[in-house]
């Protein structure tokens, strides 16, 4: 009888050891869970009015932050003018497929079919193209790859394979 007794007592012991550090370490874990990497919004995380300064000086990294703040903001077509302005003052060659990124964005039901620019009206089709040669010329990869693909498929350029495939 006395055994059993020293037996039950010993488990409560040795449970109530386990348990001192059994809670602590669930608390720890649980607050280091808590603590992973989230996802970044960057629509609420990136200072729009610290970025648009930068990017009237020519920033590329300010830049940056601005299309994916409004990429994420779901407000495309309000980086055209910073788009523009990458472009033609400081040359940044992302920021030529940029302008017709935000140029297609202005016709929502082109926004997900950006192969196609058929669209846009005449004008607006002709600056995004005049847009995408810009970038070509300077090595952009996106508009080498959109131009190469209309140069093939003879589609607002007459059909020419070389200058497709290049």
Do not use: H
Not at 41 to 46: D, G, K
Request: with cysteine; net charge negative.
């Amino acid at each position: 009888m006395y055994m059993e007794a020293l037996k039950i007592i010993i488990c409560l012991l040795v449970g109530f050891i386990i348990g001192l550090f059994f809670i602590p370490a669930t608390i720890w874990i649980k607050d280091k869970m808590d603590k992973r990497v989230k996802v970044i919004n960057f629509a609420e995380t990136i200072p729009k009015n610290i970025s648009i300064p930068l990017v009237k000086q020519g920033n590329i990294s300010a830049y940056d932050d601005l299309f994916r703040y409004f990429c994420y903001s779901g407000n495309l077509e309000e980086l055209l003018p910073y788009a523009l302005l990458m472009a033609n003052k400081y040359n940044y060659e992302r920021a030529y497929f940029d302008v017709c990124y935000c140029l297609w964005a202005l016709y929502p039901e082109t926004t997900y079919r950006l192969s196609l620019l058929d669209s846009l009206d005449e004008t607006t089709r002709n600056l995004a193209l005049e847009y995408l040669q810009k970038g070509a010329e300077l090595g952009e990869t996106n508009c080498l790859w959109r131009l190469g693909n209309y140069y093939l498929e003879g589609k607002y350029f007459e059909q020419d394979t070389i200058l497709g495939k290049n």
